[in-house]
């Protein structure tokens, strides 16, 4: 984030209506181009995260999703189109993201996250966003998040309900310290709705653009959630575990 950068006119003509917002402004608008974010599966909520992330500026997206097209995705995954199915989806997600703004940087890889290459991926990021399925896939991000000191973005669904965290280490309680073993009712295929995906995916498009631009308050040592089924929601405190495995005495 801290090499110089400019705003070209074009940029400026393209986010005048955000760069109105208290706070943000041409300053924050040069760190989102400045900033490279990793997102972990660009399916229902990870898309939508990429897509509000190109449209806001972002100068650079790193999308970790392995798999083809298939017709389960499209009720959700706003990145996938018919006409792509049976097709890689990282794919379809670079052709849609540079149809929105072509001056995006994008690196795609065709797999998803894991303990092998979670460290690289990691390396190369300023805020990482998890929106995987699966559990080792979470805590492989965690991990390397916690040891390399990145900001990551935790949100997920299920069914009508959502929940969103931002986990600062050092600062903020990690995923580890949230989740010491992987959740017994949690599921790899589950009810959803594309616009509950979608509704945290722009949660979470907002939390990373407050780290990036430093202005707002993320929801550093919160918990979000709701229930979009009768409109509740909450926000819960959550603390650090001072014996967590992962992220105790950093
Ligand atoms: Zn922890």
């Known amino acids: 984030m801290s090499k110089p950068i400019e705003l070209t006119p074009e940029e400026c003509a393209t986010y005048e209506w955000q760069m109105w917002v208290r706070g943000f402004g041409e300053e924050g608008q040069v760190k989102l181009k400045g900033a490279s974010v990793l997102i972990s599966r660009i399916g229902g909520l990870g898309g939508v995260v990429a897509y509000e992330l190109a ?3 972002i100068g650079r997206l790193i999308l970790a999703h392995a798999g083809n097209v298939k017709h389960s995705d499209l009720n959700r995954q706003l990145l996938m189109t018919h006409d792509w199915l049976g097709r890689p ?16 940087e994008i690196d795609c890889l065709a797999q998803n996250v894991n303990a092998e290459n ?11 966003i998890d929106c995987a399925p699966l559990f080792e896939e979470r805590y ?17 669904m299920y069914e009508m309900e959502i929940s ?11 995923l580890a310290c949230i989740y010491p073993a992987k959740p017994p009712a949690w599921r790899r295929e589950f009810p959803v709705f594309g616009a509950v995906s979608g509704t945290v995916g722009c949660l ?17 040592g919160q918990m979000l959630t709701a229930d979009l089924r009768d409109m509740s929601i ?17």
């Open 55 to 57: 449209a806001a500026g």
């Open 89 to 104: 989806r990282v794919e379809s997600a670079r052709r849609r993201l540079l149809e929105l703004n072509p001056r995006l």
């Open 118 to 128: 979670a460290e690289a991926l990691v390396a190369e990021a300023d805020v990482v």
């Open 140 to 156: 492989a991000m965690n991990y390397q998040a916690v040891a390399q000191q990145k900001p990551l973005i935790e949100c997920a």
């Open 164 to 174: 969103i965290t931002t986990i600062r280490p050092g600062l903020t309680p990690c």
């Open 204 to 220: 979470a498009a907002t939390e990373a653009i407050k780290v990036i631009s430093g202005f707002g308050e993320p929801l550093y």
């Open 234 to 250: 909450r926000k819960l405190s959550i603390k650090r575990n001072e014996d967590c495995a992962v992220c105790r005495g950093r």
